[in-house]
Structures are given as structure tokens and as C-alpha cells.
């Protein structure tokens, strides 16, 4: 069982940054794929990027490519989104997942543990 609580959201100007973090419960932290999603009212949940295990490889959303960064630091059982140049068009909820899966994994059906979520609001 792993637990995950995001934090970091908030508030903040078109073109700002913003870093968030996932801290994970649980000694298996270091062999899950870590993915971070968002969802903006009424939308579907979309996905962000996604880190493998061992921190090598990360994959992004065209969306979002060029600007968001993620890495993970497993000796502290954390995984960051750095969010870099955000847009009106990036205010949605954060979520951050874990799952035991082959890399990179895009879908949220196959992650199988979930945070809360931090809100992120980007203001023109």
C-alpha cells in the first residue's frame, strides 16, 4: 500500500513557476513508474508526464513539453513537477500517481494509487 499527499499549488501570474511535490508512504516507492495528472473544471482528467523508477526517463504531454520537469528523489520518497512559463490554460487540480507498470504509462487506469490533489490557478 502506498499513500501519496501532493503539495506546492497555489496561485499564480501567467508566465510564473511553481514546483509541486508528492511524498510517498511505503518502502516500494523506488520501483513505481510516478505520473502526474491534471483536471480543470469540467474536463476530463488529462496527463501531464510521468517519471520511471529509477528516475532516468521522464515523458511529457506536448502540451506541457519545454515547460514542466519531473524527478523524483527516492531516498526521500518524493516525486516534483516543476512548472515553468504557466499559462491561464494550466489551472486544473494536480494529481500525482503510482504505478507498478512498464514506462512511460499515459492512461489513469493504469495507475493504482492516487493523492488528494493540489490546486494550481494561473491568472492572466
Known amino acids: 500500500q502506498v499513500q501519496l499527499v501532493e503539495s506546492g499549488g497555489g496561485s499564480v501570474q501567467a508566465g510564473g513557476s511553481l514546483r509541486l511535490s508528492c511524498a510517498a508512504s511505503?518502502?516500494?516507492?523506488?520501483?513505481?513508474?510516478m505520473g502526474w495528472f491534471r483536471q480543470a473544471p469540467g474536463k476530463e482528467r488529462e496527463f501531464v508526464g510521468t517519471i520511471n523508477a529509477s528516475g532516468s526517463s521522464t515523458y511529457y504531454a506536448d502540451s506541457v513539453k519545454g515547460r514542466f520537469t519531473i524527478s523524483r528523489d527516492n531516498a526521500k520518497n518524493t516525486v516534483y513537477l516543476q512548472m515553468s512559463s504557466l499559462k491561464p490554460e494550466d489551472t486544473a487540480v494536480y494529481y500525482c500517481?503510482?504505478?507498478?507498470?512498464?514506462?512511460?504509462?499515459?492512461?489513469?487506469?493504469?495507475?493504482?494509487?492516487w493523492g488528494q490533489g493540489t490546486q494550481v490557478t494561473v491568472s492572466s
Open positions: 500517481a503510482g504505478a507498478r507498470v512498464s514506462f512511460p504509462v499515459v492512461t489513469t487506469t493504469a495507475y493504482v494509487y
Open positions: 511505503g518502502r516500494a516507492f523506488s520501483m513505481y513508474a
